[in-house]
């Protein structure tokens, strides 16, 4: 059996949508001041996290320390081996840590674990190893070329302004623009 419509529900219900539209408008308001207060707040708190065990910023970058790294799958030397890195000084980024394991990841993407004994805190960085080209190594006045370094070479890093580093290796030193280089954050200044 069909129950016929309520003659009140016809009246109602344009009130009704209209309530239900302005308690969604409302929400959503409130949403976006709460985004608003909290945001600068929360963008603070993740750019400020530490590692639980190192009490050092995460994600920070980090180079190998010996020309042979196992890359494992989880934080254990049970876990299975997914690379080895054959090259001292190649920057990684730590992005978590587990014990005595860190969990890094490489200018290609790879992520895996290797032992924090493995690690060293001196600042290395690739030239470019998206580009092709190689790119130009400037004097201090950032105008005069010095020379051309070839995509992934690895540079030791002696300072950052926010715009441009100053690199070293084996046979170059000068000034390179910070947004050709992986290993350094976009505005880092290191000192």
Same mark, same amino acid.
């Not at 994600?59 to 299975?80: A, Q």
């Not at 000068?174 to 280089?181: A, I, V």
């Given at each position: 059996?069909?129950?016929? !419509?309520? !003659?009140?529900? %016809?009246?109602?219900?344009? &009130?009704?949508? =209209?309530?239900?539209?302005?308690?969604?408008?409302?929400? =959503?308001?409130?949403?976006?001041?709460?985004?608003? *207060? #909290?945001?600068? #707040?929360? #963008?603070? &708190?993740? $750019?400020?996290?530490?590692?639980?065990?190192?009490?050092?910023?995460? @994600? =920070?970058?980090?180079?190998? %320390?010996? /020309?042979?790294?196992?890359? +494992?799958?989880? @934080?254990? %030397?049970? +876990?299975?081996?997914?690379?080895?890195?054959?090259?001292?000084?190649? !920057?990684?980024?730590?992005?978590?840590?587990?014990? *005595?394991?860190?969990?890094? =990841?490489?200018?290609?993407?790879? &992520?895996?674990?290797?032992? +924090?004994?493995?690690?060293?805190?001196?600042?290395?960085?690739?030239?470019?190893?998206?580009?092709?080209?190689?790119?130009?190594?400037?004097?201090? /006045?950032?105008?005069?070329?010095?020379? %051309?370094?070839? !995509?992934?070479?690895? #540079?030791?890093?002696?300072?950052? /302004?926010?715009?441009?580093?100053?690199?070293?290796? $084996?046979?170059? /030193?000068?000034?390179? $623009? $910070?947004?050709?280089?992986?290993?350094?954050? @976009?505005?880092?200044?290191?000192?």
């Amino acid at each position: 059996m069909v129950m016929p !419509p309520i !003659p009140y529900a %016809k009246a109602l219900a344009p &009130e009704f949508v =209209r309530a239900m539209s302005l308690g969604v408008k409302a929400l =959503r308001l409130l949403q976006i001041f709460c985004l608003l *207060i #909290a945001g600068p #707040a929360f #963008a603070a &708190e993740q $750019q400020t996290q530490t590692g639980p065990v190192s009490r050092l910023p995460i @994600p =920070r970058f980090v180079s190998l %320390k010996s /020309d042979r790294v196992n890359l +494992h799958e989880g @934080p254990s %030397k049970d +876990h299975r081996t997914l690379w080895v890195y054959e090259r001292a000084g190649l !920057p990684v980024e730590i992005t978590a840590e587990f014990e *005595i394991w860190r969990k890094i =990841r490489d200018s290609e993407g790879t &992520e895996g674990w290797v032992l +924090h004994s493995l690690l060293s805190g001196r600042r290395t960085a690739l030239v470019a190893p998206w580009k092709k080209e190689p790119l130009m190594l400037f004097a201090g /006045d950032h105008t005069t070329a010095l020379a %051309k370094l070839a !995509p992934n070479v690895v #540079a030791s890093l002696r300072g950052c /302004d926010g715009n441009w580093c100053r690199v070293s290796g $084996q046979g170059f /030193d000068g000034y390179m $623009q $910070q947004g050709n280089l992986w290993g350094v954050y @976009p505005g880092e200044k290191v000192e």
